[in-house]
């Protein structure tokens, strides 16, 4: 199949909707690898399998109160990542935490934010936070693999997947590898029956991701609704025998990393998504119609309110140095004098709030009594706890900043799920769907 069968839309857009192609469908011989399920899901011989458009030269028609939304979202966004210098690595890490976090709950990845401070250490008893601290790797290694005006690239995309799926004891084995295979979203465990979605054939995908990537490395597409189309289509390649939907909402930060939105922060987009989950596969339901339409306005608000929510927890971070020395004098009776080992790991708290002594130690250097010490004391006051039980390699947490971490996602999703912002989206993705798609 060739790009020509998949041409650009033409039609122009209507109230809210933002025409594309359709997705096509081609019925393909189906066999069980292994055998397995009900006797429907052993006879099945063919599947219906989607056809995405190719959307490297695809011009988006977007209506005046999409392009405002869209750029209301961005100027938020370029906001936060520029008026927050002198804390940005401090809030880049939270940032990243929460957004990889969230990710993983889309998936139904669960796990507390104290689970994942322990498998961030080795502490491998909490499979989901182990996927979670996967999760954030690959996040984080896609987002730095386009810093310094990089490209978006099959290679870095596949280092991510292999980074997230590495440790998987049921996928370890296609851990950075295009699928060789079909998959399909629902329905039977066993055979693409009842499937809520098909992808591609696995013999398409490496071209289908040559042309994504050809659309993501452009210059003259809006940046949120390029990083929205990447994601949407991404999604309905599912190039992955599994891991898709976090690295598909890696990509989202990345284009907006590469494009120059944003230059250290991670926006916390997943946090929205996970609070209107089902609106957002509806979402990219949508788009396989024919409309990105109600991604592009979900994703604009989701980035909006994540944004401004995140600029709180920017002004709460740059506030936790002298609330935590305040919290030290009341407890000892005097302020941390400077050069000692209790200022210098309240200095570094903010940035590395998970940690064991002996890493703090070799950070802040001095003797290891002086460390342990003041380790303790700050345990005392309140500014530390405890994750582990261990008296060697004890895992210690700044607690205000893992509870902040909670509160970021928390807020997001109130905020998401009252919003009739999405209630809307939703309505008319279902009118649509009533009425035929038109």
């Not at 979203?185 to 994504?212: C, F, N, Q, T």
């Not at 740059?318 to 309240?346: Q, V």
Request: hydrophobic residues 40%; contains cysteine.
């Amino acid at each position: 199949m060739s790009a020509d069968d998949h041409r650009p839309p033409v039609a122009s857009a209507g109230q809210g909707e933002v025409p594309i192609t359709p997705h096509g469908e081609r019925v393909v011989p189906w066999r069980q690898a292994q055998r397995g399920g009900s006797r429907e899901d052993r006879m099945l011989r063919e599947v219906a399998v989607s056809l995405p458009p190719m959307i490297a030269d695809y011009v988006p028609d977007l209506p005046p109160t999409v392009v405002t939304r869209a750029d209301e979202a961005l100027a938020a966004v370029t906001r936060l990542d520029s008026l927050h210098g002198e804390h940005l690595e401090a809030l880049s890490m939270l940032l990243l935490r929460a957004e990889s976090v969230a990710s993983s709950k889309i998936e139904q990845v669960e796990a507390s934010v104290e689970d994942f401070a322990r498998a961030a250490h080795g502490m491998r008893s909490n499979a989901s936070a182990t996927s979670m601290v996967a999760s954030a790797a690959a996040l984080d290694s896609l987002i730095a693999s386009v810093d310094g005006n990089g490209l978006i690239t099959l290679d870095n995309i596949l280092a991510a997947h292999r980074t997230l799926m590495a440790d998987d004891p049921h996928e370890a084995r296609y851990a950075g590898r295009l699928r060789d295979m079909q998959n399909w979203i629902g329905g039977s465990d066993h055979a693409p029956r009842h499937a809520l979605y098909v992808p591609p054939p696995a013999d398409m995908v490496e071209e289908y991701m040559v042309d994504v990537l050809r659309f993501a490395r452009r210059d003259d597409v809006p940046a949120l609704v390029q990083a929205a189309v990447v994601h949407a289509q991404f999604e309905s390649i599912h190039p992955f025998t599994d891991g898709n939907g976090r690295i598909g909402r890696a990509l989202v930060n990345s284009v907006l990393r590469r494009r120059g939105v944003t230059s250290r922060v991670v926006v916390p987009i997943a946090s929205a998504l996970v609070a209107r989950r089902e609106t957002y596969f509806a979402m990219l339901g949508a788009y396989r119609r024919g409309d990105v339409g109600p991604i592009l306005r979900g994703f604009a608000r989701a980035a909006d309110v994540s944004a401004r929510e995140s600029e709180a927890s920017a002004q709460y971070v740059s506030e936790l140095p002298e609330r935590w020395t305040a919290m030290f004098a009341e407890n000892t009776g005097r302020r941390p004098r400077a050069g000692s080992a209790a200022r210098k790991i309240l200095d570094c708290l903010p940035s590395v709030p998970f940690f064991t002594t002996e890493e703090m130690e070799e950070r802040v250097g001095g003797s290891s009594s002086s460390v342990y010490s003041a380790v303790e004391k700050l345990a005392e006051a309140g500014v530390l706890r405890p994750l582990t039980n261990r008296r060697r390699a004890q895992v210690w947490c700044a607690g205000s900043i893992i509870d902040e971490l909670d509160d970021l996602g928390q807020r997001i999703a109130v905020q998401t799920v009252d919003d009739p912002v999405w209630s809307d989206i939703q309505e008319r993705m279902t009118a649509g769907r009533a009425d035929g798609g038109r």
